[in-house]
C-alpha cells in the first residue's frame, strides 16, 4: 500500500508540474516562466527576486510610470500583489495565479477600472423567466466558438463598461443563430446612450463606465430599435460622448430576453439552444487569473463583473486527481489576460456567483425586418 500511495504521488507531481508549465500555452521558455513558476514556490525567494519580476512585467505589458515616485509605488504594489497571487494561489490550486497586466494596480483600483464597483449587479424586478428545457439529451461538452457564434476577444480598456461587452456578446451570438452571420456590434452606443434603470432601483442605471446591468442593456435595444455594427460606431473606452445612434444603420435587433434559473442543469440546455449567455461573477480571483480551471475554496458572490458564457467542459485536475466540469468564459480585457482572454471556472456549486445571474437572448432575423 506505501508503494502504491509513493507512486500516486509522484505521479500527481509530475502532472501538477506539467499542469501549471503548460496550461498557458502563450508563455514558453526563458524567463518568462517566472511568470507562472513565482506562484508556487518559496515566499521569501520570489520577494527577493521581486525586481527581476517587475521588469519583465514592465516589458511584457509595455509598462512605463511618468516618475520616478511613480515607479517606486507601483513596484510596491506589484510586490503586495505578488503575495496576493500566491495567497490565491493556495486558495484555487486547480487554476495557475501569477502576474498579469493588472500586478501593478490595488485591488480597489482594478475595480473602479475594471468592474464599475458603484453598482451591484441583479436582476431588474420585473425580469423575465426563461422556460424550463428538457435536458436529458445535453452533450457532455459544448462550445459556441467552434460554432462561429463568438467574436475575437475584445478590450474594455480602464472603463468598468464590462456589462456592455457582455451584453453584445450574447446579442452577437443570437444574432448569428437568427441570420447565419457574425457581426460585431458597439459597445459604445450602449455607453454613450444607454441609461435604462431598474423601476425599483432608480439609482441603478446604467452609467457607462461606472457600470451597468446586462437586463436593462438588453431593454434598451429593445426599446432604441438594436444596435449598430462596431465598425459603425467605434468603442472609444469613456462615457463623455453624446449620443450618436444612427437607427438607419442597425445591425441587430432584440426579439426578448429573459433570465434563467440557477440550476446549472437549465443554465447549460440554454446555452446550447440559444447561443452565449450574459452572466455576472464576481471577479477577485480574476485579476491574478493566469490560466487552468479557477475553483476557489472560498468566493463571495455578490456580483461585480459582467461577462459571456461560450460553453462548457470537463478537464483532468492534476490537483485533485480527478476530472473537473467548467464553464468557458469570454471575458473583455484582451487576449493577453487568462487563456487568450479566456477564464474557466468551475462548475457545480455556484463558484464566485456565476450561476446567479443568467440572461439569454433573442434576435429579431433579417427577414423579417
Request: aromatic share 10%; hydrophobic share 35%; charged share 20%.
Amino acid at each position: 500500500m506505501a508503494h502504491r500511495f509513493s507512486l500516486v504521488f509522484v505521479l500527481s507531481i509530475l502532472l501538477t508540474t506539467s499542469f501549471l508549465l503548460a496550461v498557458n500555452g502563450e508563455i514558453k521558455g526563458g524567463d518568462d516562466d517566472i511568470l507562472i513558476r513565482q506562484v508556487v514556490g518559496d515566499e521569501d525567494h520570489h520577494m527577493l527576486n521581486a525586481e527581476h519580476h517587475f521588469t519583465l512585467f514592465k516589458k511584457r505589458f509595455g509598462k512605463t510610470y511618468a516618475s520616478d515616485e511613480e515607479h517606486h509605488y507601483r513596484f510596491s504594489v506589484f510586490k503586495a500583489n505578488l503575495r496576493r497571487a500566491m495567497r490565491h494561489q493556495k486558495l484555487d490550486p486547480s487554476a495557475v495565479h501569477g502576474v498579469t497586466q493588472f500586478s501593478d494596480m490595488t485591488p480597489d483600483e482594478f475595480s473602479q477600472k475594471f468592474l464599475g464597483v458603484n453598482r451591484r449587479l441583479r436582476f431588474p424586478s420585473d425580469a423575465n423567466k426563461a422556460p424550463i428545457l428538457p435536458t436529458e439529451d445535453l452533450p457532455s461538452d459544448f462550445d459556441w466558438r467552434e460554432h462561429g457564434a463568438v467574436t475575437p476577444v475584445k478590450n474594455q480598456g480602464s472603463c468598468g463598461s464590462c456589462w456592455s461587452f457582455s451584453t453584445t456578446g450574447a446579442l452577437e451570438g443570437a444574432n448569428f443563430l437568427a441570420t447565419g452571420k457574425l457581426v460585431s456590434l458597439s459597445e459604445q452606443q450602449l455607453v454613450d446612450c444607454d441609461h435604462e434603470c431598474d423601476p425599483e432601483e432608480k439609482d441603478s442605471c446604467d452609467s457607462g463606465c461606472s457600470g451597468g446591468l446586462m437586463n436593462s442593456a438588453f431593454e434598451y435595444t429593445l426599446k432604441a430599435g438594436g444596435l449598430m455594427r462596431e465598425e459603425d460606431y467605434p468603442y472609444t473606452g469613456t462615457d463623455k460622448a453624446t449620443c450618436k445612434f444612427d437607427n438607419t444603420k442597425v445591425a441587430a435587433k432584440v426579439a426578448n430576453f429573459s433570465v434563467v434559473s440557477l440550476d446549472e442543469e437549465q443554465i447549460a440546455a440554454n446555452l446550447v439552444k440559444n447561443g452565449p449567455l450574459a452572466v455576472a461573477i464576481n471577479a477577485v480571483f480574476m485579476q491574478t487569473y493566469v490560466g487552468g480551471v479557477s475553483c476557489p475554496y472560498i468566493c463571495s458572490k455578490q456580483l461585480d463583473h459582467g461577462v459571456l458564457l461560450v460553453g462548457y467542459g470537463t478537464g483532468f485536475s492534476p490537483i485533485r486527481m480527478k476530472e473537473k466540469p467548467y464553464w468557458i468564459i469570454k471575458n473583455s480585457w484582451g487576449e493577453k489576460w487568462g487563456e487568450s482572454g479566456y477564464y474557466k471556472i468551475c462548475r457545480g456549486r455556484n463558484v464566485c456567483g456565476v450561476d446567479s445571474m443568467v440572461s439569454t437572448v433573442a434576435a429579431v432575423s433579417t427577414s423579417s425586418w
